[in-house]
T-cell receptor, first 112, second 120 residues
Framework: AQSVTQPDIHITVSEGASLELRCNYS??????LFWYVQSPGQGLQLLLKYFSGDTLVQGIKGFEAEFKRSQSSFNLRKPSVHWSDAAEYFCAVGHNTDKLIFGTGTRLQVFP | GAVVSQHPSRVICKSGTSVKIECRSL??????MFWYRQFPKQSLMLMATSNEGSKATYEQGVEKDKFLINHASLTLSTLTVTSAHPEDSSFYIC????????????????FGEGSRLTVL
């Protein structure tokens, strides 16, 4: 079955600390992978995506993610978190942008 | 980036009534829009794919007569929850895909802010 797992429901970090949000997927074909961020009262915004090529993908707001086929993972990272990064983060997998399958999300809290 | 707007953002209705939610792409044309439902602490679940000028394609388990979708123009799709009941209370999110002629953002999805429906 196709699925996305985000093991961490809630993560709390201090401002300036590094961050890694985990995402594991199960997908029958070559996956298209996405990370979205959702701030309160706003729609989901695309942070980055992986279709093919270099497995380390750079996104907006200083985020990056690494596709590891052997581990079926697509973890999101940021070297230094800012208070404005507090939000809900969703990992998604699909074929292009059709029928995206989303994880349950990870809520990031940032302390000053 | 492109903007997708949903209206209303919050709606409360009585059981048995129908509610319409609008999804508009404000600065691009979207031949395809998607409707999702999100339960608390759960992921977004795709309900249906809406194509301009044709019938929507519903995911398994989604009642098409319950959730009416209309995509009458390249910038507007509507979701009508008919004869709403408390179990229909949820957060509904739409997304719109930029057409292939949409320049650098071609094929990309943009999401609305979501609409929270509460059925009493």
């Amino acid at each position: 079955a196709q699925s996305v797992t985000q093991p961490d429901i809630h993560i709390t970090v201090s401002e300036g600390a590094s961050l890694e949000l985990r995402c594991n997927y199960s997908y029958g074909a070559t996956p298209y992978l996405f990370w979205y961020v959702q701030s309160p009262g706003q729609g989901l915004q695309l942070l980055l995506k992986y279709f093919s090529g270099d497995t380390l993908v750079q996104g907006i707001k200083g985020f990056e993610a690494e596709f590891k086929r052997s581990q079926s993972s697509f973890n999101l990272r940021k070297p230094s978190v800012h208070w404005s990064d507090a939000a809900e983060y969703f990992c998604a997998v699909g074929h292009n942008t059709d029928k995206l399958i989303f994880g349950t999300g990870t809520r990031l809290q940032v302390f000053p | 980036g492109a903007v997708v707007s949903q209206h209303p953002s919050r709606v409360i209705c009585k059981s048995g009534t129908s509610v319409k939610i609008e999804c508009r792409s404000l600065d691009f044309q979207a031949t395809t829009m998607f409707w999702y439902r999100q339960f608390p602490k759960q992921s977004l679940m795709l309900m249906a794919t809406s194509n301009e000028g044709s019938k929507a394609t519903y995911e398994q388990g989604v009642e098409k007569d319950k959730f009416l979708i209309n995509h009458a123009s390249l910038t507007l799709s509507t979701l009508t929850v008919t004869s709403a009941h408390p179990e229909d209370s949820s957060f509904y999110i739409c997304s719109a895909r930029v057409g292939l002629a949409g320049g650098p953002s071609a094929g990309e999805l943009f999401f609305g802010e979501g609409s929270r429906l509460t059925v009493l």
